[in-house]
């Protein structure tokens, strides 16, 4: 089993729509939680950061990080064809030492025009 | 503000031959990370250093790959003796001092081992 499962997709929306993407994780230790956006051949992009549980917004996406359930969320509003890439969650432990990010397999989205 | 640079953006290696990746962090920042995303597959960690120092290398394999980040100069991950499972991307990525723990992605270097 994956210390962190993703679902690969791939999600297609329609412009405009609400995104939702997740991960679950196994390691309790995890406290500090991030989403990156990568496109094709590019390096990831950090789009939110998140420590312990509790929601983020930053403009059009939202983080929200339940450590009871082990599972992290980003919602994405008003998505947008350049929104078309693929999404990684990644976390940390942090304070004791290990800042060693450990990433799902990234969710692939494409928002159609 | 410079992002994290990496250097060779492309490299193309034949089979024994070395590999050197070279990561220049962003301003201000002291810490490094190395990532290897094989194709189809996730970012792996690899090492994470600080000047002088190797933190944790729990993710480093125990033969042919070193890394190092000088007093002067980028960091360095070299791969000796590279072979055909050695082609990936490899990336970089640097965070501040103290407890903050952000990572900031270099663009990569692709490693193409014919």
């Known amino acids: 089993q994956k210390e962190v499962e993703q679902d690969p997709g791939p999600l297609s929306v329609p412009e405009g729509a609400i995104v939702s993407l997740n991960c679950t994780y196994s390691n309790s230790a995890f406290q500090y939680f991030m989403w990156y956006r990568q496109y094709s051949r590019k390096g990831p992009e950090l789009l939110m950061y998140t420590y312990s549980s509790g929601n983020k917004e930053d403009g059009r996406f939202t983080a929200q990080v339940d450590k009871s359930s082990k599972y992290i969320s980003l919602f994405i509003r008003d998505s947008q064809p350049s929104d078309s890439a693929t999404y990684l969650c990644a976390m940390s432990e942090g304070n004791t030492g290990r800042r060693a990010l450990t990433f799902g397999s990234g969710t692939r989205l494409q928002v159609q025009p | ?114």
């Not at chain 2, 070395?18 to 990370?33: D, F, I, Q």
């Not at chain 2, 189809?40 to 790959?65: A, C």
């Not at chain 2, 360095?76 to 952000?102: E, K, M, N």
Request: hydrophobic share 30%.
């Open chain 2, 1 to 114: 503000n410079a992002g994290v640079m990496q250097n060779p953006r492309h490299l193309v290696r034949r089979r024994g031959q070395e590999a050197r990746l070279r990561c220049s962090p962003m301003k201000g920042h002291s810490h490094v990370y190395w990532y290897r995303q094989l194709p189809e597959e996730g970012l792996k960690f690899m090492v994470y250093l600080q000047k002088e120092n190797i933190i944790d290398e729990s993710g480093m394999p125990k033969e042919r790959f070193s890394a190092e980040f000088p007093k002067e100069g980028p960091s360095i991950l070299r791969i000796q003796q590279v072979v055909r499972g050695d082609s990936a991307a490899y990336f970089c990525a640097s965070s501040p001092s103290g407890r903050d723990d952000t990572q900031y992605f270099g663009p990569g270097t692709r490693l193409t081992v014919l």
